[in-house]
């Protein structure tokens, strides 16, 4: 929004050009967002604690949990809010990636907050239950990957980048619907399984929300993107807001949600969270490289399904607990270092995946 107002201003005083720089914009997201989160979290913490919106806790999880019973959740509705009021104030809003990206995230926001309420103000413990949830993702998902092929003004936007190789792109044609239907709603479950630990899903998130901004700044320039060997996309540049304002959210977030936890941010934040990731992975057409950087949240989902299938298969569990982060907690890790550890390998999978823009 104010990017219309800053470019009246610049005609007459030119020091209001700066605002014009992407980067400039991106650094203002990250601040506005993360100063929102700092002014409304402890209000919005009271007001939760006020109305009692605070988690159940599974009796057969591990017993270091059972303490914290009541800690307010939904907590991502502030994530929400300040990555929401961030972009609108800071991107281009003719841009039509910045929309589909808002749309995501927003329609995923309020999938996880209908849930929320099923569960913590009707107290009813399914929520909308697993099928219903997977519905609407998809409904949302499809919407998302549909608009995005039907906008399409290349076929590079519409093909498979395969990272180290130069100039190998797989032409999708109606298939990338179904690619980014599964990125979307794979990567918006893959989170949601990983928020299971104060500060677990919210770091990595912020890191790869950094690495995607990185991509989106990248694909969008068309000095950058030839020089990089990646495919120029007009306009996708402009995502960087997007995650600049998801990483200021998300550290403001983390404020509250580190170790001993002042509030979950719920499924209203963790399904929202997770498709953005996806549908930005998805524009800047980066899938392979964003499997890589979110390898916490790929690891976390896979021994889930490893662990239904060897006990379906042989009757035996592979882990203590699936996901993986209860099997730590469970040969005794104390649960601060299971998430430091697991931010550790976030950062290291994060670079790789960002090492992959110079190693072709
Ligand atoms: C959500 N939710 C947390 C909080 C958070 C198929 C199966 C693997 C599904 C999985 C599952 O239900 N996952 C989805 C995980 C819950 O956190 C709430 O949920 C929101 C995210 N959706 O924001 O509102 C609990 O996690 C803890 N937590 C923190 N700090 C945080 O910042 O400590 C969350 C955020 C909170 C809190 O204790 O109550 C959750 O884990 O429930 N199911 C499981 O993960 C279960 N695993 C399981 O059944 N494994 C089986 C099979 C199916 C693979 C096995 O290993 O044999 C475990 N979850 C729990 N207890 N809590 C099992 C036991």
Redesign the pocket.
């Known amino acids: 929004m104010l990017l219309y107002l800053f470019d009246i201003l610049s005609r007459e005083y030119s020091v209001f050009n700066v605002f014009r720089y992407l980067t400039f914009r991106g650094i203002c997201g990250v601040l506005t967002s993360l100063s929102i989160c700092f002014v409304l979290g402890p209000l919005m913490i009271r007001k939760l604690s006020h109305y009692q919106i605070g988690?159940?806790?599974?009796q057969?999880?591990?017993p270091t949990?059972f303490e914290?019973v009541g800690?307010p959740?939904?907590?991502?509705s502030l994530i929400l809010i300040s990555v929401l009021l961030s972009t609108l104030l800071w991107a281009d809003l003719t841009n039509r990636f910045v929309w589909v990206v808002l749309f995501t995230c927003l329609s995923f926001g309020v999938i996880?907050w209908v849930d929320?309420y099923r569960k913590l103000v009707d107290k009813n413990p399914r929520g909308i239950g697993a099928r219903n949830k997977f519905l609407w993702q998809s409904i949302c998902g499809l919407g998302a990957a549909l608009f995005l092929y039907l906008s399409a003004q290349s076929d590079i936007e519409l093909s498979l980048i395969v990272p180290i190789f130069k100039e190998v792109a797989v032409y999708l044609g109606p298939f990338y619907i179904v690619l980014a239907y599964l990125v979307i709603v794979g990567s918006s479950n893959a989170v949601?399984?990983t928020?299971?630990?104060?500060?677990?899903?919210?770091l990595p998130t912020v890191l790869v929300a950094g690495g995607l901004g990185i991509f989106a700044y990248a694909t969008g320039h068309s000095v950058f993107a030839p020089y990089l060997a990646i495919p120029y996309i007009p306009g996708t540049g402009e995502v960087l807001v997007f995650c600049a304002a998801l990483v200021g959210a998300g550290l403001g977030f983390l404020w509250f949600?580190t170790y001993p936890?002042q509030v979950?941010?719920?499924?209203i934040?963790?399904?929202a969270l997770g498709a953005s990731l996806g549908v930005v992975a998805v524009a800047v057409r980066q899938e392979i490289a964003f499997l890589i950087m979110g390898g916490i949240f790929v690891i976390e989902t896979a021994s889930?399904i490893l662990?239904?299938a060897s006990?379906k298969l042989v009757g035996k569990?592979l882990?203590?607990?699936?996901?993986l982060h209860?099997h730590f907690e469970l040969k005794g890790w104390p649960?601060p270092r299971v998430s430091v550890r697991f931010w550790i390998l976030s950062l290291i999978l994060v670079l790789i995946g960002l090492a992959t823009l110079k190693i072709r």
Do not use: C, S, W
Not at 55 to 58: D, E, L
Not at 73 to 76: L, Q
Not at 195 to 202: C, E, F, N, T
């Open positions: 988690q159940t806790v599974r057969d999880g591990p949990h914290k800690t959740t939904m907590g991502g996880g929320d949601n399984l928020d299971g630990l104060d500060g677990l899903a919210i949600n936890a979950f941010m719920g499924d934040g963790a399904l889930v662990q239904v006990y569990r882990f203590r607990m699936a996901p209860h649960e």
